[in-house]
T-cell receptor
Framework: SAVISQKPSRDICQRGTSLTIQCQVD?????MFWYRQQPGQSLTLIAT?????????ESGFVIDKFPISRPNLTFSTLTVSNMSPEDSSIYLC?????????????FGPGTRLLVL | LAKTTQPISMDSYEGQEVNITCSHN???????ITWYQQFPSQGPRFIIQ???TKVTNEVASLFIPADRKSSTLSLPRVSLSDTAVYYC???????????FGAGTTVTVRA
């Protein structure tokens, strides 16, 4: 398993501003993922972030809105840009542990974002 | 990714066994079945994973019939702290794009 922390744990932001969310893992991992969980909803994958390459975005998510950095094997950031109230969600990072075997991921505690 | 169907919610009482059945009629030969648990204000937590028959760990058991078109997560003797949303996911070996459905909200009452 892995211990994953996220900062900030929650924030209240004004529309039009940007927020950068940090994800730190206590071990080196190749693949990190960013998810969004809107109020009362399930999780939706935003993008996959591999160290040393550009993030891969899922349909409906674009780099200009959600730029991602992955500077090393233990850290990643997700920026929510030019925020609107519709961006109010929980943002979670996760990591894949164990390259062999069926896929399992370990999730951070999430960042709860409210945009006014 | 195989689509999954599970009940929206289930109620139980402390000490009872809770069984959550997930349907995945179009599961592929190389798909595995994985269950995650999510407490309020936390990220999902991996519970158990299986391919066929029965898998048991310290948290739960997973029953998968021969046709693999469904699976049942069994939580023995639940407590109030087992109140959470439980997600059933189906995906191929090393298919890292997890697809979360609506999940089952399990509420355990005293």
């Amino acid at each position: 398993s892995a211990v994953i922390s996220q900062k900030p744990s929650r924030d209240i932001c004004q529309r039009g501003t940007s927020l950068t969310i940090q994800c730190q893992v206590d071990s080196q991992v190749t693949m990190m993922f960013w998810y969004r969980q809107q109020p009362g909803q399930s999780l939706t994958l935003i993008a996959t972030a591999n160290q040393g390459s550009e993030a891969t975005y899922e349909s409906g998510f674009v780099i200009d809105k959600f730029p991602i950095s992955r500077p090393n094997l233990t850290f990643s950031t997700l920026t929510v840009s030019n925020m609107s109230p519709e961006d109010s969600s929980i943002y979670l990072c996760s990591v894949e542990i164990g390259a062999s075997g069926p896929e399992t991921q370990y999730f951070g505690p999430g960042t709860r974002l409210l945009v006014l | 990714l195989a689509k999954t169907t599970q009940p929206i919610s289930m109620d139980s009482y402390e000490g009872q066994e809770v069984n959550i059945t997930c349907s995945h009629n179009n599961i592929a030969t190389n798909d595995y079945i994985t269950w995650y648990q999510q407490f309020p204000s936390q990220g999902p937590r991996f519970i158990i994973q299986g391919y066929k028959t029965k898998v048991t760990n310290e948290v739960a058991s997973l029953f998968i019939p021969a046709d693999r078109k469904s699976s049942t997560l069994s939580l023995p003797r639940v407590s109030l702290s087992d109140t959470a949303v439980y997600y059933c996911l189906v995906g191929a070996y090393n298919d890292y794009k997890l697809s979360f459905g609506a999940g089952t909200t399990v509420t355990v009452r005293a």
